[in-house]
């Protein structure tokens, strides 16, 4: 660990300087491609040091003194603990818009089997208990990039005037977090953003940034549904009342509002992820729990699975003369994530940037993903946003999948997902400080 923190404090100290005086001299592409490559290895340390040691939701002490310091050592304003482990810092050169950057801290309940060097062998306990944790999302490349761009921005203050506010936030893959920062006065206690950033890693090939103007990640909301019976003997179900089959019927009939009730062009899957009812096959239990997802792009669509599920839930249960079922849903009972919808201006006033830097080639407009992302509150909060995909894959692998019989790539989630750190990390950096650039230097009307 402290060697990491030597490396970076010897950075700051000589090379940064130097790559200062160098910013305000040379063309903004020269500067980026210094900067970054200049900061790369203790861009790459960082990386590795997280990757090594994920924390999960709420739990991302350590990531987040780390990423605290980081701010710190760059000149940043820092308060921690904003929605429990949240960090923002804020950096103020001159009259401008307010620019949001936000990264992720928490990790993945789940075993990592790359075998990297540096693969994460942490445990720890989740609900009761033990757990392996691993970065398998691509988090650590966010917060590496988050740090990096930073730092390119800072020394190039004098390429653009206003606010950056940088934001590491807890709890994306539990959901809730940004939803914690809020509540904990993040667009209160500190300036609200004109507008908001972030970016995800992508199994599409290395060097490429994937666009995308309107939705570009799902709604998603919770399900839950207990289902009511009579427990009895297995080979008297005539004096019991089956739960299971209620259930059954409600799972195969639900698919209908998909099929039947949703303009088959537009998005939606309600899937069951969970089904516990009853502990032996001879025994009828006297309830049944179903817990599942609702996802989908449009609000419209939204509010139409939202209520065919609790119709079709209310209507098997009614079928089968049970009682009435116990329905938690996302919106009615419990906030779930919107859909990320890109801002038109911001989005293409950064993407022309984007082009112009990393090339036309290589910057590409992608279709919406079909999972969500809790960055989605930011934007319900009423500031202008714009999410976007760095690919983090080698493109012979991605050639080799297109193959017939080719192996397939492993994704976000997988135990196997091994983002190529350089030129990946990389890319991260000059995209997300191009895009900032591109917003600070010529507001975006929104």
Same mark, same amino acid.
């Given at each position: 660990?402290?060697?990491?923190?030597?490396?970076?404090?010897?950075?700051?100290?000589?090379?940064?300087?130097?790559?200062?005086?160098?910013?305000?001299?040379?063309?903004?592409?020269?500067?980026?491609?210094?900067?970054?490559?200049?900061?790369?290895?203790?861009?790459?340390?960082?990386?590795? &040091?997280?990757?090594?040691?994920?924390?999960?939701?709420? $739990?991302?002490?350590?990531?987040?003194?780390?990423?605290?310091?980081?701010?710190?050592?760059?000149?940043?304003?820092?308060?921690?603990?904003?929605?429990?482990?949240?960090?923002?810092?804020?950096?103020?050169?001159?009259?401008?818009?307010?620019?949001?950057?936000?990264?992720?801290?928490?990790?993945?309940?789940?075993?990592?089997?790359?075998?990297?060097?540096?693969?994460?062998?942490?445990?720890?306990?989740?609900?009761?208990?033990?757990?392996?944790?691993?970065?398998?999302?691509?988090?650590?490349?966010?917060?590496?990039?988050?740090?990096?761009?930073?730092?390119?921005?800072?020394?190039?203050?004098?390429?653009?005037?206003?606010?950056?506010?940088?934001?590491?936030?807890?709890?994306?893959? =539990?959901?809730?977090?940004?939803?914690?920062?809020?509540?904990?006065?993040?667009?209160?206690?500190?300036?609200?953003?004109?507008?908001?950033? +972030?970016?995800?890693?992508?199994?599409?090939?290395?060097?490429?940034?994937?666009?995308?103007?309107?939705?570009?990640?799902? +709604?998603?909301?919770?399900?839950?549904?207990?289902?009511?019976?009579?427990?009895?003997?297995?080979?008297?179900?005539?004096?019991?009342?089956?739960?299971?089959?209620?259930?059954?019927?409600?799972?195969?009939?639900?698919?209908?509002?998909?099929?039947?009730?949703?303009?088959?062009?537009?998005?939606?899957?309600?899937?069951?992820?969970?089904?516990?009812?009853?502990?032996?096959?001879?025994?009828?239990?006297?309830?049944?729990?179903?817990?599942?997802?609702?996802? !989908?792009?449009?609000?419209?669509?939204?509010?139409?699975?939202?209520?065919?599920?609790?119709?079709?839930?209310?209507?098997?249960?009614?079928?089968?003369?049970?009682? $009435?079922? &116990?329905?938690?849903?996302?919106?009615? &009972?419990?906030?779930?994530?919107? =859909?990320?919808?890109?801002?038109?201006?911001?989005?293409?006033?950064?993407?022309? =940037?984007?082009?112009?830097?990393?090339?036309?080639?290589?910057?590409?407009?992608?279709?919406?993903?079909?999972? !969500?992302?809790?960055?989605?509150?930011?934007?319900?909060?009423?500031?202008?946003?714009?999410?976007?995909?760095?690919?983090?894959?080698?493109?012979?692998?991605?050639?080799?999948?297109?193959?017939?019989?080719?192996?397939?790539?492993?994704?976000?989630?997988?135990?196997?997902?091994?983002?190529?750190?350089?030129? !990946?990390?990389?890319? !991260?950096?000059?995209?997300?400080?191009?895009?900032?650039?591109?917003?600070?230097?010529?507001?975006?009307?929104?």
């Amino acid at each position: 660990m402290f060697h990491l923190r030597a490396a970076f404090l010897t950075l700051v100290a000589t090379g940064f300087l130097a790559s200062v005086a160098w910013a305000q001299t040379a063309s903004s592409s020269a500067v980026l491609d210094g900067l970054v490559n200049e900061m790369y290895p203790a861009l790459d340390a960082l990386y590795e &040091d997280i990757h090594s040691h994920p924390e999960l939701s709420m $739990q991302e002490t350590r990531t987040a003194a780390k990423l605290a310091a980081r701010m710190r050592e760059l000149g940043f304003e820092v308060t921690e603990g904003v929605g429990k482990t949240g960090v923002v810092a804020l950096l103020r050169n001159g009259a401008g818009p307010t620019v949001m950057v936000r990264t992720e801290l928490d990790a993945l309940p789940m075993e990592e089997k790359t075998g990297l060097p540096y693969a994460s062998k942490v445990m720890t306990d989740w609900n009761g208990r033990q757990t392996f944790v691993a970065h398998s999302c691509g988090h650590d490349v966010h917060m590496a990039s988050w740090v990096g761009t930073a730092q390119a921005l800072v020394a190039m203050k004098a390429q653009w005037k206003g606010t950056l506010m940088f934001v590491a936030q807890p709890a994306e893959e =539990a959901r809730g977090g940004a939803r914690a920062m809020l509540k904990d006065g993040l667009f209160t206690r500190f300036p609200k953003p004109n507008f908001a950033l +972030a970016l995800h890693t992508s199994p599409m090939r290395y060097g490429y940034v994937g666009y995308r103007v309107g939705p570009i990640t799902s +709604a998603s909301d919770p399900l839950q549904i207990t289902f009511k019976g009579r427990g009895g003997h297995g080979s008297a179900p005539h004096m019991a009342l089956d739960p299971i089959a209620v259930a059954a019927h409600f799972i195969t009939d639900v698919q209908t509002v998909i099929s039947r009730e949703k303009d088959p062009a537009e998005f939606g899957v309600v899937t069951i992820g969970a089904i516990q009812g009853g502990t032996a096959g001879n025994i009828i239990p006297d309830s049944v729990l179903l817990r599942g997802t609702i996802r !989908s792009y449009k609000p419209e669509v939204r509010k139409k699975l939202l209520a065919g599920v609790e119709r079709t839930a209310m209507a098997a249960a009614a079928m089968a003369g049970a009682p $009435q079922p &116990d329905i938690f849903l996302g919106e009615k &009972d419990e906030p779930g994530n919107a =859909a990320v919808v890109n801002d038109k201006a911001l989005t293409e006033r950064a993407v022309s =940037a984007l082009r112009r830097e990393l090339g036309a080639d290589k910057v590409v407009e992608v279709q919406p993903i079909t999972a !969500s992302e809790d960055f989605s509150d930011f934007a319900e909060a009423g500031v202008p946003a714009m999410f976007f995909f760095v690919g983090v894959t080698d493109p012979k692998l991605v050639e080799e999948a297109h193959k017939p019989g080719g192996k397939p790539i492993p994704i976000n989630h997988s135990p196997f997902f091994a983002p190529v750190p350089e030129p !990946s990390i990389k890319t !991260s950096v000059k995209a997300m400080t191009t895009a900032v650039l591109a917003t600070l230097q010529d507001e975006v009307q929104p």
